[in-house]
């Protein structure tokens, strides 16, 4: 059975709507093992659309064309794919050699498309390089040879995977004589070592050194004319030359598919070439390479995504700066062992006057026997304490000691929320005591710590008067300052009673506060009150508000930064776009050793996952630098820094800056991955 087998071969070209050009026309030729043919002919003949249907870069024909008696017309894309990679060699006129790489990478990429392992691909690689006499210029480039030797170097990669059919197109058309009779005499060799090598030639002298001859006119062949007897390699022989040709490769590789074999079926011989997939460490490789020819300018790309990134991870750590500098002064009111809690504020009646104005002065609905009962029985709570707390219609609460007057916005009863943290001078308030807030201290004067006061407020619609001791004076922190400036005073809740009830009326609690021994009861307790229908903290709720508006302020700020990102992305689909169109070439020439679509496409996304990985890295040093810088100067003029960067915006931004990239990198991928492989070979 012959190894080539063309039978009824027609292949037409649409070139308009309403015409059509064939280029071959009833084609029936075989080839046996150990040939070495030219095809010749005028251009446009044929020979090269020829070349290319046996080569399996165009597979839309008409006919069959048998491959030891598989028609190749009738695979799938991946096993045409695997046809290339494991029985094909191509030999191309301009070598189309991949200028960034060595001359060693250059003939190791056919076995890196095949995931076949370093060391093992370097062996082969030199003694490919060996048998052509390059095996001292394998760490040069290919513009540091000589057009012979870049030559010879095609030919080595031509022959890395064995394949059984050598396809060589004008050869030695860019070549002076004493070169191409060198080139020739190696060719000739690898026929002899039982290798079907085809060439396209218009050389007479090329054609001399074949053992036959095909001449191809208008898409016919016109001549098949045989120089020598075809010397047919036998199988015991032809093994021994694959032992001699891969002696240094280890035992792995013999082990991959034949294609030959009669007993393995397509579908079976396809799932094993699954396996030698270019992986995507090794996509990461070549396109690190790649990314390499093109440094700067990948780099300026690099700092342009890295601006966006840097910018949305400011603006985030900005708003984390500014929603910690809150919380720890919102949480300066509070003692963590005590829970606040408030009964929830109804429906205000119209018709009662009462009720308007208490809404008003920001009256809170009272406690019940039955409510405090039921908080007192919950789990964790050692006690609970009743309170007072209501905001002041102005001027009708104060404060006053001798001619110095005080007034007052709020009365807050004192309760185990206070600590001695809260307290800038003198001591917590006992019976018959008030605390002072900062700045009713700085309008009754600074002696007045131990002095009697006299106190005039109107709760809970009564007017009351009362003298008390200012045991201290309150304070919410350094970074608080709100708690300071507005006039309130602190009382116990019994005296607050006593007030009202030398007016004939009764004080009952607004306010319930829950201690408790830990405070991870307390902060469990939090949310079982919510859910049980109760209010909670006055300041937590004012705190959760400003936290929500920081949060929205924070995500509208980082999406205003975003839009650089999209900038960004727009910029690397331009550059990878840019850079299929430099190296259509190359990538027919991958599709042409074997590559898959889904190969090239790896490649173009691997470049895009490095500049993503390479810009987000850079784009968070750079906003860590800079927040150093800003909270210094935070620290020195607010005391609190304002900006902080954590690990998840970190993780975050490196994240989001791959993803970004990558995504942006789908479409120029997506089109290297669809190019015609011929098309591709043809561009120059």
């Given at each position: 059975?012959?190894?080539?087998?063309?039978?009824?071969?027609?292949?037409?070209?649409?070139?308009?709507?309403?015409?059509?050009?064939?280029?071959?026309?009833?084609?029936?030729?075989?080839?046996?093992?150990?040939?070495?043919?030219?095809?010749?002919?005028?251009?446009?003949?044929?020979?090269?659309?020829?070349?290319?249907?046996?080569?399996?870069?165009?597979?839309?024909?008409?006919?069959?064309?048998?491959?030891?008696?598989?028609?190749?017309?009738?695979?799938?894309?991946?096993?045409?794919?695997?046809?290339?990679?494991?029985?094909?060699?191509?030999?191309?006129?301009?070598?189309?050699?991949?200028?960034?790489?060595?001359?060693?990478?250059?003939?190791?990429?056919?076995?890196?498309?095949?995931?076949?392992?370093?060391?093992?691909?370097?062996?082969?690689?030199?003694?490919?390089?060996?048998?052509?006499?390059?095996?001292?210029?394998?760490?040069?480039?290919?513009?540091?040879?000589?057009?012979?030797?870049?030559?010879?170097?095609?030919?080595?990669?031509?022959?890395?995977?064995?394949?059984?059919?050598?396809?060589?197109?004008?050869?030695?058309?860019?070549?002076?004589?004493?070169?191409?009779?060198?080139?020739?005499?190696?060719?000739?060799?690898?026929?002899?070592?039982?290798?079907?090598?085809?060439?396209?030639?218009?050389?007479?002298?090329?054609?001399?050194?074949?053992?036959?001859?095909?001449?191809?006119?208008?898409?016919?062949?016109?001549?098949?004319?045989?120089?020598?007897?075809?010397?047919?390699?036998?199988?015991?022989?032809?093994?021994?030359?694959?032992?001699?040709?891969?002696?240094?490769?280890?035992?792995?590789?013999?082990?991959?598919?034949?294609?030959?074999?009669?007993?393995?079926?397509?579908?079976?011989?396809?799932?094993?070439?699954?396996?030698?997939?270019?992986?995507?460490?090794?996509?990461?490789?070549?396109?690190?390479?790649?990314?390499?020819?093109?440094?700067?300018?990948?780099?300026?790309?690099?700092?342009?995504?890295?601006?966006?990134?840097?910018?949305?991870?400011?603006?985030?750590?900005?708003?984390?700066?500014?929603?910690?500098?809150?919380?720890?002064?919102?949480?300066?009111?509070?003692?963590?062992?005590?829970?606040?809690?408030?009964?929830?504020?109804?429906?205000?009646?119209?018709?009662?006057?009462?009720?308007?104005?208490?809404?008003?002065?920001?009256?809170?609905?009272?406690?019940?026997?039955?409510?405090?009962?039921?908080?007192?029985?919950?789990?964790?709570?050692?006690?609970?304490?009743?309170?007072?707390?209501?905001?002041?219609?102005?001027?009708?609460?104060?404060?006053?000691?001798?001619?110095?007057?005080?007034?007052?916005?709020?009365?807050?009863?004192?309760?185990?929320?206070?600590?001695?943290?809260?307290?800038?001078?003198?001591?917590?308030?006992?019976?018959?005591?008030?605390?002072?807030?900062?700045?009713?201290?700085?309008?009754?004067?600074?002696?007045?710590?131990?002095?009697?006061?006299?106190?005039?407020?109107?709760?809970?619609?009564?007017?009351?008067?009362?003298?008390?001791?200012?045991?201290?004076?309150?304070?919410?922190?350094?970074?608080?300052?709100?708690?300071?400036?507005?006039?309130?005073?602190?009382?116990?809740?019994?005296?607050?009673?006593?007030?009202?009830?030398?007016?004939?009326?009764?004080?009952?609690?607004?306010?319930?506060?829950?201690?408790?021994?830990?405070?991870?009861?307390?902060?469990?307790?939090?949310?079982?009150?919510?859910?049980?229908?109760?209010?909670?903290?006055?300041?937590?709720?004012?705190?959760?508000?400003?936290?929500?508006?920081?949060?929205?302020?924070?995500?509208?700020?980082?999406?205003?930064?975003?839009?650089?990102?999209?900038?960004?992305?727009?910029?690397?689909?331009?550059v990878l776009y840019i850079s299929v169109v430099e190296r259509t070439k190359e990538i027919g020439l991958l599709r042409a050793i074997g590559a898959r679509s889904k190969d090239v496409k790896r490649i173009f996304v691997s470049e895009a996952f490095l500049i993503g990985i390479c810009s987000g890295t850079l784009g968070i040093t750079i906003a860590y630098v800079i927040s150093i810088f800003v909270n210094k100067v935070s620290v020195e003029i607010f005391d609190v820094q304002l900006m902080n960067i954590t690990i998840p915006y970190v993780v975050a931004g490196v994240i989001i800056s791959t993803v970004v990239s990558m995504i942006a990198g789908l479409f120029p991928a997506n089109k290297a991955a669809q190019l015609d492989p011929v098309d591709s070979l043809r561009t120059e």
């Amino acid at each position: 059975m012959a190894l080539l087998e063309l039978k009824n071969i027609n292949k037409s070209y649409k070139v308009n709507e309403n015409q059509i050009f064939q280029a071959l026309k009833e084609i029936n030729v075989s080839f046996e093992k150990g040939e070495l043919v030219s095809i010749i002919g005028e251009s446009g003949s044929g020979k090269s659309t020829m070349m290319n249907l046996i080569g399996g870069l165009d597979s839309k024909f008409e006919g069959e064309l048998l491959v030891e008696g598989k028609n190749i017309g009738s695979f799938s894309e991946k096993q045409l794919d695997a046809y290339r990679k494991d029985k094909i060699g191509f030999v191309f006129q301009n070598c189309n050699l991949i200028p960034h790489l060595s001359i060693l990478e250059n003939v190791t990429i056919a076995l890196t498309l095949s995931n076949v392992g370093k060391e093992e691909r370097i062996e082969r690689a030199k003694h490919a390089l060996a048998q052509v006499g390059l095996e001292k210029h394998m760490n040069k480039k290919p513009n540091q040879l000589s057009g012979g030797q870049r030559q010879r170097v095609a030919i080595a990669r031509a022959l890395i995977n064995e394949p059984e059919i050598i396809l060589a197109d004008e050869p030695t058309g860019a070549l002076d004589s004493e070169t191409t009779e060198q080139v020739l005499n190696i060719i000739k060799e690898i026929a002899g070592r039982g290798k079907l090598v085809i060439m396209v030639t218009h050389s007479e002298k090329v054609a001399a050194y074949s053992s036959r001859v095909i001449q191809i006119l208008d898409g016919q062949i016109i001549k098949d004319q045989r120089n020598t007897e075809v010397e047919v390699v036998s199988e015991v022989s032809h093994e021994s030359i694959q032992e001699n040709m891969e002696k240094a490769t280890n035992s792995s590789s013999a082990k991959k598919a034949e294609f030959t074999s009669e007993t393995l079926s397509l579908e079976t011989q396809t799932a094993s070439t699954v396996k030698q997939n270019l992986s995507f460490f090794s996509a990461i490789k070549l396109a690190a390479n790649n990314m390499k020819q093109k440094l700067k300018r990948n780099i300026l790309v690099a700092l342009g995504v890295s601006i966006g990134i840097m910018s949305v991870v400011m603006m985030l750590a900005l708003g984390n700066g500014i929603k910690a500098y809150f919380s720890n002064m919102i949480e300066s009111f509070m003692n963590p062992l005590v829970v606040e809690v408030s009964m929830p504020q109804g429906e205000v009646d119209p018709n009662d006057p009462m009720a308007s104005m208490q809404a008003v002065i920001g009256s809170k609905p009272t406690f019940k026997e039955e409510n405090l009962k039921e908080l007192a029985a919950l789990d964790g709570v050692v006690r609970v304490e009743e309170g007072f707390q209501y905001i002041a219609i102005a001027g009708t609460n104060s404060v006053s000691y001798g001619d110095k007057k005080s007034e007052l916005m709020g009365i807050v009863s004192a309760t185990s929320v206070l600590t001695e943290s809260n307290i800038a001078e003198g001591k917590l308030p006992e019976e018959g005591e008030i605390l002072v807030n900062k700045s009713s201290f700085e309008d009754l004067g600074e002696d007045i710590i131990g002095k009697t006061v006299t106190l005039n407020a109107v709760i809970e619609g009564k007017n009351v008067t009362g003298e008390f001791v200012v045991s201290g004076v309150y304070t919410a922190g350094e970074n608080n300052t709100m708690a300071d400036v507005n006039n309130s005073i602190y009382m116990h809740y019994e005296d607050m009673a006593k007030l009202l009830e030398e007016q004939g009326a009764t004080l009952a609690p607004n306010m319930a506060y829950l201690v408790t021994e830990d405070e991870s009861v307390a902060s469990q307790l939090k949310e079982t009150i919510v859910d049980m229908g109760y209010g909670g903290s006055t300041q937590e709720v004012m705190g959760d508000q400003m936290m929500t508006m920081l949060d929205i302020l924070t995500l509208v700020l980082a999406g205003i930064a975003g839009i650089s990102l999209v900038v960004s992305s727009i910029m690397i689909l331009v550059v990878l776009y840019i850079s299929v169109v430099e190296r259509t070439k190359e990538i027919g020439l991958l599709r042409a050793i074997g590559a898959r679509s889904k190969d090239v496409k790896r490649i173009f996304v691997s470049e895009a996952f490095l500049i993503g990985i390479c810009s987000g890295t850079l784009g968070i040093t750079i906003a860590y630098v800079i927040s150093i810088f800003v909270n210094k100067v935070s620290v020195e003029i607010f005391d609190v820094q304002l900006m902080n960067i954590t690990i998840p915006y970190v993780v975050a931004g490196v994240i989001i800056s791959t993803v970004v990239s990558m995504i942006a990198g789908l479409f120029p991928a997506n089109k290297a991955a669809q190019l015609d492989p011929v098309d591709s070979l043809r561009t120059e």
